[in-house]
């Protein structure tokens, strides 16, 4: 089903069923119930919810990693949050004067953020959805900026559904701010040769990547459940092309060289400012990507 921007509540219409992508999405979901259950406990330190917890307020490190400029100040906004996982990044939010709500599929995750906006003593609220119908859920044009970060859009099969949640979350005037791994990078693989080119730059609904990870990305050895994760790559064209589908307007785009977790164990080097980047010398490829829209007033 393609989405046009004259639809009167895009996003709102049924979810059409694709029965290789809803498998992948479904296990998905069960490897990501046993991934909240280890980063909420946190035994690595990868989440900080530790130091979290002690904060009475902001946090001065909250969001260095994000591009500042085109996040742009949050303090008083409605924030719709896609993606949340354990909502930690939910609550910094309202820390910083927002009024934020998060949103995920994980039943684990979302009863995690629960508890832990209780413990903090904050009052944003938490969906537990599918991130495709957000906006049946979280109930269209109420929010000032929609708000997806960090391995996001890789377990979707497609964008054209999820970018008409993100217009249809969205008053006019709102915006969107995507920050996420660079689709360029996520096609390299290490092998004995360096990076090398191991994935198409496109992955088709029906036919997603899987990966056999045995335990989760924080250094927790935990055991994940032994099914495989399910991921798509979508090229810069593919997310550009669903956001003006649904009647957004492109704001800004950047690339930049660091991520969040460490993509190449042995190869990329985490810096002072606890980001990782592909080390000195080394050719240089965008690791990460920034997309800003608005929904035009």
């Not at 303090?75 to 820390?95: K, M, S, V």
């Not at 508890?115 to 944003?124: M, N, Q, V």
């Not at 999820?162 to 360029?184: I, S, Y």
């Amino acid at each position: 089903m393609t989405l046009t921007p004259s639809r009167p509540t895009p996003g709102l219409t049924p979810r059409p069923a694709h029965a290789p992508a809803e498998t992948g999405v479904a296990a998905n979901r069960r490897r990501w119930d046993a991934r909240a259950r280890i980063h909420v406990e946190d035994r690595t330190g990868f989440y900080g919810v530790d130091a979290f917890r002690r904060a009475a307020g902001p946090e001065p490190e909250a969001f260095e990693d994000l591009d500042r400029a085109a996040l742009g100040p949050v303090e008083g906004l409605r924030i719709a949050h896609l993606q949340c996982h354990f909502g930690l990044d939910t609550l910094r939010l309202e820390r910083l004067g927002a009024r934020p709500e998060g949103l995920d599929f994980s039943p684990v995750a979302i009863a995690a953020a629960r508890r832990l906006a209780a413990e903090a003593g904050l009052s944003a609220r938490f969906h537990e959805a599918d991130v495709r119908d957000a906006a049946a859920v979280m109930g269209p044009a109420r929010f000032d900026l929609v708000f997806v970060t960090w391995g996001a859009i890789s377990w979707l099969p497609e964008l054209t559904r999820w970018a008409g949640q993100a217009a249809a979350l969205l008053v006019p005037g709102g915006r969107l701010f995507l920050q996420d791994a660079h689709p360029a990078a996520e096609q390299l693989d290490l092998t004995a040769r360096g990076l090398v080119p191991s994935f198409d730059w496109r992955t088709p609904a029906d036919a997603p990547l899987r990966f056999h990870d045995p335990a989760t990305y924080t250094g927790d050895d935990a055991p994940l459940p032994p099914e495989p994760d399910h991921n798509w790559i979508h090229p810069v064209s593919d997310i550009v092309t669903a956001l003006l589908s649904a009647g957004l307007e492109i704001r800004s785009m950047s690339e930049h060289d660091t991520l969040v977790w460490d993509m190449w164990p042995g190869l990329t080097e985490k810096g002072p400012d606890g980001l990782w980047r592909l080390p000195e010398g080394h050719v240089r490829v965008p690791l990460s990507l920034t997309v800003t829209a608005a929904k035009p007033a």
